[in-house]
């Protein structure tokens, strides 16, 4: 499995571009709610409250009252308290409103209004899990925001590979981690760029161009060592022996397989040593060590069998390569067994 973040950051949290408009809405709000909340602040004799008093109702009650940029901003924020409760059509068809606001400015729509607002329908998008629509919508917003010069378009182009690469769109996901990757490096972040050479290496391995594959993971591995990355190292030299293996290098596969497993062991994680005994399996196969590579993928499919939840894309990879070296042994029988069990599985699996 490939993630360009280091650390999980999906679900729970309201998505960043969403955090970024309140202290704007506060700054052109009517006169109306400017009282309101004002005395609603002195009511509690709290100084710090005025950032945070507009309600939902007082936005809904707002719209009335506004046009062009209050109005479309007033949307905006409204899908950002609709996002939080996690009502996502609603809150997808509230910043489809501000977007569709803004453009009808035309030029007088600020950019990065915009920018916002398609940020929005993205993540609303993502969260319905219309992931080649969500990754169309953020597209738009990086364009705008880059060429506003904005801070913000080198975390939503992150985003957007991302995105790109669970649409399966694996060559967008490398135009966009490249320019990413040159932005970080710019800027002297190369923890930044190992995570999107990470990302550019696993959608070269899904085109099965196995050699800018190693490329990519090469350079990931490179900035994850100099920052003493341990385990996204193991991460990389895992890949790396997946794609040695697929180009029938069996020294290097197997060489970077051990590592990977070493480091895994030694940190007793044992959900990533599963994954890396499986690329050692393969390796030692391809070695010439038949026996041994087979008994090393027994023990995997034993583990990944007994895990929850279960990964059946993977329990059928390990069960497909122990049927090819079955059939190699002339234990076709036990092969054939095997090959018609993964077929009803497949079947289910298939999109």
Same mark, same amino acid.
């Given at each position: 499995m490939c993630s360009a973040k280091l650390t999980p950051s999906n679900v729970a949290n309201i998505e960043p571009p969403y955090l970024a408009l309140p202290a704007k809405l506060w700054r052109t709000a009517t006169p109306q709610i400017r009282e309101r909340s004002t005395a609603l602040a002195d009511e509690h004799n709290d100084d710090d409250v005025n950032d945070e008093i507009i309600t939902e109702e007082m936005?809904? #009650?707002?719209i009335p009252e506004t046009q062009g940029v209050d109005r479309a901003s007033t949307y905006y924020e409204l899908s950002a308290r609709i996002y939080a409760r996690g009502q996502y059509d609603e809150a997808l068809a509230l910043a489809e409103t501000a977007r569709d606001i803004y453009s009808e400015l035309g %030029?007088?729509?600020?950019?990065?209004g915009l920018a916002q607002a398609y940020s929005a329908i993205g993540y609303n998008l993502n969260q319905l899990k219309r992931m080649s629509e969500a990754a169309t919508a953020m597209s738009k917003a990086v364009e705008l925001l880059r060429e506003n010069k904005s801070p913000m378009a080198l975390e939503l182009a992150c985003t957007l590979g991302e995105w790109w690469f669970s649409s399966k769109e694996y060559q967008n996901t490398i135009d966009c981690m490249e320019e990413c990757a040159r932005e970080h490096l710019i800027d002297g972040n190369e923890l930044g760029a190992a995570t999107d050479f990470h990302l550019i290496g696993?959608?070269?391995r899904e085109l099965k161009k196995y050699d800018q594959a190693l490329e990519a993971f090469y350079e990931a591995r490179k900035y994850f060592k100099t920052a003493r990355e341990v385990i996204h190292v193991a991460r990389c030299d895992q890949k790396i022996a997946h794609c040695y293996t697929e180009l029938g290098d069996a020294e290097s596969a197997l060489a970077a397989a051990q590592k990977a497993v070493d480091v895994f062991t030694t940190a007793h994680d044992h959900r990533r040593l599963t994954y890396a005994s499986f690329e050692l399996g393969k390796a030692q196969v391809l070695s010439g060590e038949v026996d041994e590579g087979l008994n090393t993928l027994e023990r995997v499919l034993d583990i990944a069998a007994d895990a929850e939840p279960k990964?059946? #894309?993977f329990i059928v990879a390990i069960e497909r390569r122990i049927a090819e070296i079955l059939h190699t042994q002339g234990r076709s029988e #036990?092969? $054939?067994e095997i090959e018609r069990r993964i077929a009803s599985i %497949? #079947? $289910?699996l298939e999109n």
């Open positions: 936005l809904w #009650e707002r %030029s007088a729509a600020p950019t990065e696993c959608a070269y990964d059946f #894309e #036990e092969a $054939i %497949s #079947e $289910i």
